[in-house]
């Protein structure tokens, strides 16, 4: 058989598809030392190993078989698959909002190109309208590709171009705009656009998506329906991350920019808000349900302030036990001009980083004070280790995300580096980023096991 009939296979792999007479985009029954396997046989990426075989399964997922488990394979039918976004023009609806869809690099819908292992985006309006039509019923969408990077890759630069971009579609009349973006780094960027975004007239919805579109447990097109929901008819104007809530498909969490954090790595409900509740629930059957009363409403005007500058000499640092003073001195060499400390419990660090404190604060070093438990407050009056602290110069930043914090940080010694116009634009609370309490149920973390929990488990939901 031809080359054409073993894409990607090569070395001791490809000698076992021969062998056997098994091709690629064949239907196979596979025996290995380890059980039957029954599925499609898919190509490899260019530069993987020769030592297994991918194999989609009936439930759609990709496993891959080591070569030397394989005792027999027997190619019971072939369809070669096409693995190509649709696309078909976005029809234009009279009466539907006009909602604005900028990319960023993240990947929302999308398939992934077997041949070389890479993701490929589907992003123009019909691409989308191919992979997800709900959409035309939501809302007349219109996109625009503003960077192509990895989330990890986001930083001040992008931040900046992200306000100005939103700047002018606001100014030009956009009812609603939907960020795509990875989810790694998602809740970083809603902060920067937090603060440099103030006082919109209209939702501006971050959205990525946990699991890739090839997978049947993707979330990427509920998601977007979920997005552009909100985008297009929310009276929330807020800048918003929109998400998975329960495990199921029953409705997305719009979270706050400054409250909200991604907890686990595979998860799809993986984003919570912390110390608070969510904004709102959003499906598409029920739109958006509110479930905090206070938020910014959506206006007519067109009227924002974007302040899009940023301080990139701004770090973070994770308080561990013996942890030395050289941390502190060689930041302040490096030329750092402000420091989070996230410390332990209500907000504490080692008596030897003392000394390395004051220098970098007599240098001008702007410090300031989180917490690593995640959930609760600073309290820096409690014991001598804060009272000494604060003595030093280090600032309490009360219930303050330290993600949040190190953002906050840049966007404010963009603007100044006077200490007390820092130390006032630190403490005066942005969109909740500072609440003067935390709600009844702002901390919940149930653990699995213990019998009233999986009673209400089974009861409820996950």
């Keep these: 058989m031809s080359e054409d ?56 997922y990709n496993i891959g078989l080591d070569i030397d488990t394989i005792t027999s394979m027997k190619e019971v039918g072939y369809k070669k698959a096409v693995y190509k976004i649709p696309e078909k023009e976005f029809p234009y609806t009279p009466g539907l909002p006009k909602v604005k869809l900028i990319g960023t690099g993240g990947t929302i819908a999308s398939r992934l190109d077997y041949r070389t292992g890479a993701v490929i985006p589907a992003f123009t309006p019909g691409e989308l309208y191919g992979a997800v039509p709900e959409l035309a019923d939501i809302c007349n969408l219109t996109t625009e590709k503003l960077f192509a990077v990895f ?52 939702p501006i919805v971050l959205v990525g998506s946990q699991r ?113 003073p050289d941390i502190i001195d060689s930041l302040v060499e490096a030329g750092y001009r402000g ?50 602290l604060m003595a030093k110069g280090v600032v309490p930043l009360e219930n303050m995300l330290p993600e949040t914090a190190y953002i906050k940080l840049g966007w404010v010694l963009g603007q100044t580096d006077e200490p007390a116009e820092v130390r006032q634009l630190m403490l005066t609370p942005v969109n909740d980023d500072i609440t003067k309490r935390e709600p009844y149920n702002g901390y919940l973390i149930y653990q699995g096991g213990v019998p009233e929990i999986e009673d209400f488990i089974r009861r409820v939901h996950k």
């Design 339 to 388: 420091i989070i400390i996230i410390g332990t419990g209500l907000g504490h660090v080692n008596k030897p980083i003392y000394p390395a404190i004051e220098r970098a604060v007599k240098k001008g070093v702007h410090i300031f004070m989180t917490v690593q438990t995640i959930w609760g407050y600073v309290h820096m009056f409690v014991y001598d280790t804060g009272r000494d």
């Design 212 to 324: 890739s579109s090839d997978r049947p447990s993707s979330d990427a097109a509920l998601n977007l329906i979920h997005a552009t929901t909100t985008a297009g008819h929310s009276d929330i104007a807020e800048i918003m991350v929109c998400m998975f809530g329960p495990t199921s498909d029953e409705y997305g969490f719009l979270h706050r920019g400054t409250r909200v954090r991604k907890m686990h790595s595979s998860y799809r409900s993986t984003f919570r808000t912390i110390g608070d509740t969510p904004l709102a629930t959003v499906s598409r059957k029920e739109g958006v349900k509110p479930i905090k009363t206070k938020y910014n409403h959506r206006r007519k005007d067109r009227k924002v302030r974007i302040i899009p500058y940023f301080e990139e000499k701004v770090t973070m640092i994770y308080y561990y036990t013996n942890m030395q």
């Design 151 to 202: 989330s990890e890759n986001m930083g001040p630069e992008q931040y900046r171009k992200l306000a100005i971009a939103i700047g002018k579609e606001i100014e030009n009349g956009i009812e609603g705009i939907i960020i795509g973006h990875g989810t790694d780094t998602l809740h970083y960027t809603a902060s920067a656009l937090t603060f440099m975004v103030q006082d919109s007239p209209i």
């Design 5 to 60: 009939f073993f894409q990607g296979y090569k070395g001791e792999a490809l000698k076992v598809l021969t062998k056997f007479n098994v091709r690629v985009w064949g239907q196979a029954e596979i025996e290995t030392t380890r059980g039957e396997f029954k599925g499609t046989v898919l190509p490899r990426a260019e530069n993987d190993d020769d030592k297994h075989i991918v194999l989609k399964i009936f439930t759609g």
